[in-house]
């Protein structure tokens, strides 16, 4: 079965700390790829996407994701984090000729001032 | 349009009682999806609609799970019979082809929260 993984369940960072949170895929079919965040006591918002060309994508706020197919990841990062930042992260990708998303567990990341 | 609503926001039921949550996506989303979250773990496919066709179902769908789409528009999702298992968040999302959009973009609603006592 297609999957996703997130390897990272909690991260702690200082402000100005640098970010990269793991995502992995099961399938090499055609891609498209996803972060999501959930900032506390709200719903889940797109945070940068994937679907073709080139393959470091740069997102709201400042995020950046590079796919490597090679590797089967989308890892996203940020050079700087700030406490807003908390919240948390997911990855989701949408299986071959299916419009639904498979997510990753999640990974909860908490910004200290 | 201000994005995909869910209502309620909470229920809270006794086991053994029917619940239904409604959704309404954004306006000319032809495709609304249902999920499952809990706590610690990312949102679960339950089903999927285009415009009024359910067109997939997870198999997490017991068949005490409903969910219809009459007219394209809303959504309802039912449950019969609740158990505690059914705790969870559920949320829906719309996608469709507004500009700088694409069919796999999903918009997500701020979710209803069911407990189960």
């Known amino acids: 079965a297609q999957s996703v993984s997130q390897h990272n369940h909690h991260v702690i960072l200082s402000e100005a700390a640098s970010l990269e949170l793991g995502c992995n895929y099961s399938?090499?079919?055609?891609?498209?790829l996803f972060w999501y965040v959930q900032y506390p006591g709200q719903h889940l918002q797109l945070l940068l996407k994937?679907?073709?060309?080139?393959?470091l994508v740069k997102g709201i706020k400042g995020f950046e994701a590079e796919f490597i197919k090679s590797k089967f990841s989308f890892n996203l990062r940020k050079p700087s984090v700030q406490w807003s930042d908390t919240a948390e992260y997911f990855c989701?990708?949408?299986?071959?000729?299916?419009?639904?998303?498979?997510f990753g567990s999640g990974t909860r990341l908490l910004v200290r001032p | 349009d201000t994005g995909v609503s869910q209502n309620p926001r909470h229920k809270i039921t006794k086991r053994g009682q029917n619940v239904t949550f409604r959704c309404d996506p954004i306006?000319?989303?032809?495709?609304l999806y249902w999920y499952r979250q809990t706590l610690g773990q990312g949102p679960e496919f339950l089903t999927y609609?285009?415009?009024?066709?359910?067109?997939?179902k997870s198999r997490l769908l017991s068949d005490r799970f409903s969910a219809e789409r009459p007219k394209g528009s809303f959504s309802t999702l039912e449950i019969q019979r609740t158990e505690q298992g059914d705790s969870a968040m559920y949320l829906c999302?719309?996608?469709?082809?507004?500009?700088?959009?694409?069919?796999?973009?999903?918009?997500f609603g701020p979710g209803t929260r069911l407990t189960v006592t």
């Open positions: 994937y679907f073709s060309g080139d393959p």
């Open positions: 999302a719309s996608s469709g082809r507004l500009a700088g959009g694409g069919p796999y973009e999903q918009y």
């Open positions: 399938y090499g079919g055609t891609v498209n």
């Open positions: 609609f285009q415009n009024e066709a359910q067109l997939e």
């Open positions: 306006s000319e989303h032809n495709r």
């Open positions: 989701a990708v949408p299986p071959d000729s299916s419009y639904k998303l498979i």
